[in-house]
Protein backbone atom coordinates (compact mmCIF):
# COMPACT_ATOMS: atom_id res chain seq x y z
CA UNK A 1 0.00 0.00 0.00
CA UNK A 2 1.11 3.45 -1.05
CA UNK A 3 1.88 5.94 1.82
CA UNK A 4 2.30 8.99 0.19
CA UNK A 5 0.41 10.60 -2.86
CA UNK A 6 1.58 10.10 -6.67
CA UNK A 7 1.92 13.51 -8.05
CA UNK A 8 2.13 13.71 -11.97
CA UNK A 9 3.79 16.67 -13.74
CA UNK A 10 3.82 17.19 -17.22
CA UNK A 11 5.92 20.16 -18.70
CA UNK A 12 8.12 19.23 -15.53
CA UNK A 13 11.31 20.45 -17.75
CA UNK A 14 9.88 23.99 -18.20
CA UNK A 15 10.44 27.03 -15.89
CA UNK A 16 7.08 26.29 -13.92
CA UNK A 17 7.64 22.44 -14.11
CA UNK A 18 11.04 22.97 -12.50
CA UNK A 19 9.89 24.83 -9.69
CA UNK A 20 7.27 22.34 -8.80
CA UNK A 21 9.79 19.45 -8.83
CA UNK A 22 11.94 21.33 -6.34
CA UNK A 23 8.82 21.84 -4.35
CA UNK A 24 7.63 18.60 -3.95
CA UNK A 25 11.37 17.38 -3.26
CA UNK A 26 12.14 20.09 -1.08
CA UNK A 27 9.05 18.66 0.84
CA UNK A 28 10.44 14.97 0.75
CA UNK A 29 13.42 16.10 1.86
CA UNK A 30 12.01 18.10 5.05
CA UNK A 31 10.68 15.13 5.74
CA UNK A 32 13.52 12.60 5.22
CA UNK A 33 15.43 15.66 8.25
CA UNK A 34 12.97 14.11 10.39
CA UNK A 35 13.05 10.49 9.51
CA UNK A 36 9.78 10.35 8.08
CA UNK A 37 8.40 8.69 4.77
CA UNK A 38 8.49 10.61 1.71
CA UNK A 39 4.96 12.87 1.40
CA UNK A 40 5.28 12.47 -2.27
CA UNK A 41 6.23 10.22 -5.29
CA UNK A 42 7.16 11.78 -8.28
CA UNK A 43 6.21 10.85 -11.51
CA UNK A 44 7.25 12.94 -14.30
CA UNK A 45 5.96 13.14 -17.98
CA UNK A 46 7.84 13.56 -21.02
CA UNK A 47 6.95 15.52 -24.02
CA UNK A 48 7.42 12.33 -26.02
CA UNK A 49 5.32 9.90 -23.72
CA UNK A 50 2.37 12.44 -25.28
CA UNK A 51 2.67 10.49 -28.57
CA UNK A 52 2.42 7.35 -26.92
CA UNK A 53 -1.08 6.88 -25.61
CA UNK A 54 0.09 3.36 -23.56
CA UNK A 55 2.91 5.06 -22.04
CA UNK A 56 1.05 8.59 -21.17
CA UNK A 57 -1.60 5.84 -19.40
CA UNK A 58 1.12 3.99 -17.58
CA UNK A 59 2.35 7.12 -16.12
CA UNK A 60 -1.16 8.39 -15.28
CA UNK A 61 -2.20 5.13 -13.32
CA UNK A 62 -2.99 5.67 -9.87
CA UNK A 63 -2.21 8.79 -9.74
CA UNK A 64 -3.45 11.25 -6.86
CA UNK A 65 -2.69 14.52 -8.67
CA UNK A 66 -1.77 15.94 -12.12
CA UNK A 67 -0.62 19.19 -11.66
CA UNK A 68 -0.54 19.77 -15.71
CA UNK A 69 1.94 22.03 -17.29
CA UNK A 70 2.79 21.05 -20.57
CA UNK A 71 1.81 23.25 -23.28
CA UNK A 72 2.85 24.84 -27.03
CA UNK A 73 3.62 28.87 -26.85
CA UNK A 74 6.14 28.63 -29.91
CA UNK A 75 4.75 28.17 -33.21
CA UNK A 76 3.20 28.99 -36.11
CA UNK A 77 -0.75 30.55 -35.00
CA UNK A 78 -3.10 26.94 -35.58
CA UNK A 79 -0.43 24.85 -34.18
CA UNK A 80 -0.30 27.11 -30.69
CA UNK A 81 -4.08 27.28 -30.76
CA UNK A 82 -4.96 23.57 -31.66
CA UNK A 83 -1.71 21.98 -29.97
CA UNK A 84 -2.78 22.67 -26.46
CA UNK A 85 -6.11 21.26 -26.92
CA UNK A 86 -4.49 18.28 -27.91
CA UNK A 87 -2.05 17.76 -25.52
CA UNK A 88 -5.52 18.39 -23.16
CA UNK A 89 -7.43 15.84 -25.03
CA UNK A 90 -4.43 13.44 -24.96
CA UNK A 91 -3.99 13.93 -21.09
CA UNK A 92 -8.19 13.29 -20.31
CA UNK A 93 -7.85 10.16 -22.40
CA UNK A 94 -4.72 8.68 -20.72
CA UNK A 95 -7.50 9.48 -17.62
CA UNK A 96 -10.17 7.78 -18.76
CA UNK A 97 -8.17 5.00 -20.05
CA UNK A 98 -6.74 4.57 -16.38
CA UNK A 99 -10.24 5.02 -14.81
CA UNK A 100 -8.33 8.47 -12.97
CA UNK A 101 -10.18 10.45 -10.63
CA UNK A 102 -7.55 12.54 -10.20
CA UNK A 103 -7.63 16.46 -9.34
CA UNK A 104 -5.88 17.76 -12.39
CA UNK A 105 -4.37 21.07 -11.53
CA UNK A 106 -3.88 23.22 -15.10
CA UNK A 107 -1.53 25.97 -15.44
CA UNK A 108 -3.81 28.79 -17.31
CA UNK A 109 -2.23 32.19 -18.23
CA UNK A 110 -3.98 35.82 -18.57
CA UNK A 111 -3.95 35.12 -22.46
CA UNK A 112 -6.71 32.87 -22.05
CA UNK A 113 -9.01 36.01 -21.47
CA UNK A 114 -7.66 37.64 -25.14
CA UNK A 115 -8.77 36.09 -28.97
CA UNK A 116 -5.15 35.49 -29.85
CA UNK A 117 -4.38 31.91 -31.03
CA UNK A 118 -2.41 30.95 -27.88
CA UNK A 119 -5.13 32.46 -25.67
CA UNK A 120 -8.27 30.59 -27.18
CA UNK A 121 -5.90 27.45 -26.96
CA UNK A 122 -5.27 27.55 -23.41
CA UNK A 123 -8.92 28.83 -22.57
CA UNK A 124 -10.16 25.77 -24.83
CA UNK A 125 -7.92 23.28 -23.25
CA UNK A 126 -9.06 24.43 -19.53
CA UNK A 127 -12.76 24.09 -20.45
CA UNK A 128 -12.10 20.94 -21.74
CA UNK A 129 -10.86 19.52 -18.24
CA UNK A 130 -13.26 20.81 -16.35
CA UNK A 131 -15.51 18.95 -18.29
CA UNK A 132 -13.33 15.85 -17.84
CA UNK A 133 -13.79 16.39 -14.20
CA UNK A 134 -17.13 17.02 -13.47
CA UNK A 135 -18.24 13.83 -15.82
CA UNK A 136 -15.82 11.73 -14.14
CA UNK A 137 -15.61 12.62 -10.48
CA UNK A 138 -12.09 13.63 -10.05
CA UNK A 139 -11.53 17.45 -9.37
CA UNK A 140 -10.20 20.46 -11.29
CA UNK A 141 -8.35 23.59 -10.85
CA UNK A 142 -7.25 25.86 -13.32
CA UNK A 143 -4.44 29.00 -12.17
CA UNK A 144 -4.54 31.56 -13.91
CA UNK A 145 -0.65 33.15 -14.20
CA UNK A 146 0.51 36.03 -15.15
CA UNK A 147 4.15 36.52 -16.00
CA UNK A 148 6.01 34.01 -14.62
CA UNK A 149 9.79 34.52 -13.86
CA UNK A 150 12.14 32.64 -11.27
CA UNK A 151 15.25 30.74 -11.19
CA UNK A 152 15.84 28.59 -14.75
CA UNK A 153 14.22 30.70 -17.07
CA UNK A 154 15.47 30.96 -20.67
CA UNK A 155 16.36 34.30 -21.73
CA UNK A 156 14.95 35.64 -25.04
CA UNK A 157 12.14 32.74 -24.89
CA UNK A 158 10.18 32.53 -21.71
CA UNK A 159 10.50 35.51 -19.43
CA UNK A 160 11.81 39.06 -20.24
CA UNK A 161 13.02 38.69 -16.47
CA UNK A 162 15.19 36.19 -17.91
CA UNK A 163 16.21 38.59 -20.96
CA UNK A 164 17.33 41.16 -19.16
CA UNK A 165 19.18 39.16 -16.51
CA UNK A 166 21.19 38.11 -19.36
CA UNK A 167 21.53 41.56 -20.72
CA UNK A 168 22.57 43.04 -17.85
CA UNK A 169 25.22 40.09 -16.84
CA UNK A 170 26.66 40.17 -20.50
CA UNK A 171 26.69 44.31 -21.22
CA UNK A 172 24.17 43.98 -24.11
CA UNK A 173 21.74 46.73 -24.74
CA UNK A 174 17.97 46.35 -23.30
CA UNK A 175 15.42 47.52 -25.88
CA UNK A 176 12.81 48.68 -23.14
CA UNK A 177 9.51 49.85 -24.81
CA UNK A 178 7.92 53.02 -23.31
CA UNK A 179 4.81 52.27 -21.21
CA UNK A 180 5.58 47.86 -21.17
CA UNK A 181 4.58 46.89 -18.01
CA UNK A 182 4.53 43.39 -16.55
CA UNK A 183 2.62 41.33 -13.42
CA UNK A 184 5.32 39.55 -11.73
CA UNK A 185 4.97 36.12 -10.36
CA UNK A 186 8.03 34.00 -8.77
CA UNK A 187 7.62 30.28 -10.45
CA UNK A 188 8.10 28.94 -6.34
CA UNK A 189 4.90 31.11 -5.61
CA UNK A 190 3.12 29.53 -8.72
CA UNK A 191 4.37 26.02 -7.43
CA UNK A 192 2.54 26.32 -4.35
CA UNK A 193 -0.16 27.90 -5.27
CA UNK A 194 -0.51 24.92 -7.54
CA UNK A 195 -0.08 21.93 -5.41
CA UNK A 196 -2.07 23.82 -2.33
CA UNK A 197 -4.76 23.91 -4.73
CA UNK A 198 -4.67 20.21 -5.03
CA UNK A 199 -4.39 19.70 -1.55
CA UNK A 200 -7.27 21.31 -0.29
CA UNK A 201 -9.60 20.05 -3.26
CA UNK A 202 -9.93 23.80 -4.73
CA UNK A 203 -12.36 23.59 -7.15
CA UNK A 204 -12.99 26.12 -10.43
CA UNK A 205 -10.85 28.86 -11.47
CA UNK A 206 -8.00 30.99 -9.40
CA UNK A 207 -6.57 34.09 -10.38
CA UNK A 208 -2.87 34.18 -9.31
CA UNK A 209 -1.92 38.11 -8.12
CA UNK A 210 1.46 39.03 -9.21
CA UNK A 211 3.47 42.50 -9.05
CA UNK A 212 2.76 45.20 -11.30
CA UNK A 213 5.87 47.15 -12.64
CA UNK A 214 7.08 48.75 -15.67
CA UNK A 215 9.47 46.57 -17.82
CA UNK A 216 11.80 49.73 -17.07
CA UNK A 217 11.59 49.48 -13.60
CA UNK A 218 12.27 45.80 -13.64
CA UNK A 219 15.26 46.79 -15.80
CA UNK A 220 16.57 49.28 -13.41
CA UNK A 221 15.79 47.21 -10.42
CA UNK A 222 18.49 44.00 -12.05
CA UNK A 223 20.87 46.20 -12.97
CA UNK A 224 21.27 47.80 -9.34
CA UNK A 225 21.99 43.60 -8.41
CA UNK A 226 23.99 42.66 -11.15
CA UNK A 227 26.29 45.94 -10.05
CA UNK A 228 25.74 44.97 -6.28
CA UNK A 229 27.33 41.81 -7.29
CA UNK A 230 30.32 43.11 -9.33
CA UNK A 231 31.41 44.85 -5.96
CA UNK A 232 30.30 41.71 -4.02
CA UNK A 233 27.66 43.50 -1.76
CA UNK A 234 24.32 41.99 -1.43
CA UNK A 235 21.42 43.98 -2.24
CA UNK A 236 18.80 44.64 0.50
CA UNK A 237 16.98 41.05 0.60
CA UNK A 238 14.09 41.94 2.62
CA UNK A 239 12.02 42.73 0.54
CA UNK A 240 10.37 39.21 -1.40
CA UNK A 241 10.46 40.84 -4.66
CA UNK A 242 13.85 41.73 -4.86
CA UNK A 243 14.77 38.61 -3.09
CA UNK A 244 13.21 36.74 -5.77
CA UNK A 245 15.01 38.41 -8.28
CA UNK A 246 18.48 38.18 -6.58
CA UNK A 247 17.84 34.37 -6.72
CA UNK A 248 17.20 34.90 -10.68
CA UNK A 249 20.12 37.00 -11.39
CA UNK A 250 22.80 35.34 -9.44
CA UNK A 251 21.41 31.41 -10.72
CA UNK A 252 21.94 32.81 -14.53
CA UNK A 253 25.56 33.48 -13.28
CA UNK A 254 26.47 30.59 -11.51
CA UNK A 255 29.05 28.95 -11.44
CA UNK A 256 30.24 32.62 -12.26
CA UNK A 257 31.59 34.52 -10.35
CA UNK A 258 33.17 31.51 -8.08
CA UNK A 259 35.52 31.21 -5.84
CA UNK A 260 35.17 35.05 -5.27
CA UNK A 261 38.54 35.81 -3.71
CA UNK A 262 38.58 37.92 -0.52
CA UNK A 263 40.85 40.65 -0.45
CA UNK A 264 43.45 39.96 2.66
CA UNK A 265 44.68 43.10 4.42
CA UNK A 266 47.74 42.34 5.97
CA UNK A 267 50.15 44.23 8.02
CA UNK A 268 52.59 43.66 11.25
CA UNK A 269 49.17 42.97 13.82
CA UNK A 270 47.83 40.44 11.44
CA UNK A 271 45.26 40.03 8.62
CA UNK A 272 42.48 41.21 7.97
CA UNK A 273 38.95 40.60 5.59
CA UNK A 274 35.77 41.32 5.00
CA UNK A 275 33.22 38.37 4.53
CA UNK A 276 30.01 39.91 3.69
CA UNK A 277 28.57 43.04 2.89
CA UNK A 278 25.09 44.33 2.74
CA UNK A 279 21.69 42.07 2.49
CA UNK A 280 19.56 44.05 5.19
CA UNK A 281 20.29 41.93 8.06
CA UNK A 282 20.56 37.92 8.06
CA UNK A 283 22.57 35.61 10.66
CA UNK A 284 26.25 34.96 10.77
CA UNK A 285 27.79 31.27 12.59
CA UNK A 286 30.93 29.68 12.80
CA UNK A 287 31.66 25.84 12.84
CA UNK A 288 34.48 23.52 13.05
CA UNK A 289 33.98 20.28 11.21
CA UNK A 290 36.66 17.48 12.24
CA UNK A 291 38.78 15.33 9.57
CA UNK A 292 36.76 13.79 6.51
CA UNK A 293 33.41 14.99 8.12
CA UNK A 294 31.14 16.12 5.48
CA UNK A 295 28.38 18.90 6.32
CA UNK A 296 25.36 19.75 4.16
CA UNK A 297 23.74 17.87 1.57
CA UNK A 298 20.87 20.10 1.00
CA UNK A 299 19.23 22.55 -0.89
CA UNK A 300 17.14 25.67 -0.41
CA UNK A 301 14.14 27.54 -2.00
CA UNK A 302 15.04 30.91 -1.16
CA UNK A 303 17.63 31.20 1.30
CA UNK A 304 21.12 33.23 0.46
CA UNK A 305 23.73 31.38 1.78
CA UNK A 306 27.60 32.33 1.91
CA UNK A 307 30.52 29.87 2.75
CA UNK A 308 34.02 31.24 3.67
CA UNK A 309 36.70 28.80 5.41
CA UNK A 310 38.78 30.37 7.69
CA UNK A 311 41.41 28.11 8.98
CA UNK A 312 41.81 24.54 7.39
CA UNK A 313 41.45 22.89 3.89
CA UNK A 314 37.99 21.77 2.04
CA UNK A 315 36.16 20.77 -0.46
CA UNK A 316 32.61 22.63 -1.19
CA UNK A 317 30.27 20.46 -3.76
CA UNK A 318 27.45 22.29 -5.22
CA UNK A 319 24.79 20.27 -7.88
CA UNK A 320 21.66 21.47 -9.36
CA UNK A 321 19.30 19.23 -7.92
CA UNK A 322 17.81 18.60 -11.87
CA UNK A 323 21.28 17.13 -13.03
CA UNK A 324 24.27 15.37 -12.28
CA UNK A 325 26.74 17.86 -12.83
CA UNK A 326 28.84 18.66 -9.72
CA UNK A 327 31.35 21.70 -8.66
CA UNK A 328 33.67 21.34 -6.34
CA UNK A 329 35.94 23.93 -5.49
CA UNK A 330 39.01 23.25 -3.04
CA UNK A 331 39.22 26.19 -0.09
CA UNK A 332 41.80 27.42 2.21
CA UNK A 333 41.61 29.37 5.57
CA UNK A 334 45.10 31.37 4.24
CA UNK A 335 43.53 32.05 0.76
CA UNK A 336 40.17 33.48 1.95
CA UNK A 337 37.18 33.29 -0.60
CA UNK A 338 33.42 33.01 -0.97
CA UNK A 339 31.53 30.67 -2.31
CA UNK A 340 27.39 31.46 -2.36
CA UNK A 341 25.38 28.88 -3.02
CA UNK A 342 22.74 29.04 -5.38
CA UNK A 343 19.03 28.27 -4.59
CA UNK A 344 17.53 24.88 -6.18
CA UNK A 345 21.17 23.39 -5.87
CA UNK A 346 22.22 21.15 -3.55
CA UNK A 347 25.61 21.62 -1.76
CA UNK A 348 28.27 19.96 0.74
CA UNK A 349 31.56 21.15 2.40
CA UNK A 350 34.08 18.09 3.78
CA UNK A 351 37.05 18.88 5.67
CA UNK A 352 40.19 17.62 3.37
CA UNK A 353 42.41 18.33 5.88
CA UNK A 354 44.01 16.46 8.78
CA UNK A 355 43.05 19.51 10.69
CA UNK A 356 39.98 21.11 12.42
CA UNK A 357 37.86 22.78 9.85
CA UNK A 358 36.58 26.25 10.52
CA UNK A 359 33.88 27.99 8.28
CA UNK A 360 32.17 30.91 8.70
CA UNK A 361 28.59 30.93 7.16
CA UNK A 362 26.15 33.60 6.37
CA UNK A 363 22.33 33.78 5.28
CA UNK A 364 20.21 36.54 4.62
CA UNK A 365 17.57 35.64 7.37
CA UNK A 366 17.46 34.56 10.66
CA UNK A 367 17.21 30.39 10.97
CA UNK A 368 13.09 29.67 12.15
CA UNK A 369 12.94 25.84 12.94
CA UNK A 370 9.30 26.14 12.03
CA UNK A 371 10.19 27.53 8.57
CA UNK A 372 13.94 26.35 8.17
CA UNK A 373 13.90 26.44 4.08
CA UNK A 374 16.30 23.60 4.02
CA UNK A 375 15.84 20.03 2.43
CA UNK A 376 17.86 17.03 2.27
CA UNK A 377 19.16 15.88 -0.97
CA UNK A 378 22.66 14.62 -1.23
CA UNK A 379 25.43 16.05 -3.75
CA UNK A 380 27.13 13.02 -4.77
CA UNK A 381 25.70 10.08 -3.61
CA UNK A 382 22.72 8.40 -5.64
CA UNK A 383 19.30 9.51 -5.06
CA UNK A 384 16.00 7.24 -4.86
CA UNK A 385 14.12 7.89 -8.57
CA UNK A 386 11.18 7.90 -6.29
CA UNK A 387 12.46 10.62 -3.92
CA UNK A 388 14.56 12.55 -6.66
CA UNK A 389 11.99 12.48 -9.73
CA UNK A 390 13.79 12.29 -13.59
CA UNK A 391 13.71 15.63 -15.72
CA UNK A 392 10.89 15.63 -17.93
Known sequence: MRTCQRVVVTGAGGLVGSHVRALLLAS??????????????????????????????????????????????????????????????????????TAGKAHVVY??????????????????????????????GGGYTGIVLPHIFGEGGMPFYNTVTATL???VATGQESEIHSGAEVELL?????????????LTSQQGEVRAEGVKMSVSA??????????????????????????????????????EPYPMRLPLNIDDRGSLFEAARGGGGGQTFLSWTRPGVVRGNHFHRRKVERFVVVEGQADIHVRSIFDDEVHTFPVRGDEPVAIDMPTLHTHSIVNTGDSQLL??????????????????????????????GAPG
Open 28 to 97: NGQRLFRREAPAFDIVTVSREQFSNPDSLATSLSECDIVLHLAGINRAEPAAVEGGNQEIAAKLISALEA
Open 218 to 255: LYQRIRGIGEDMSRDVFPDLTDSLQLQLYNTYRFSRFP
Open 165 to 167: CEQ
Open 186 to 198: HAGTAAELMLESA
Open 107 to 136: ANTTHAAGDTPYGRGKRRAGEMLASWAQAS
Open 359 to 388: TLFWAHEVFDSEDPDTYLHPVLEQVDAAIK
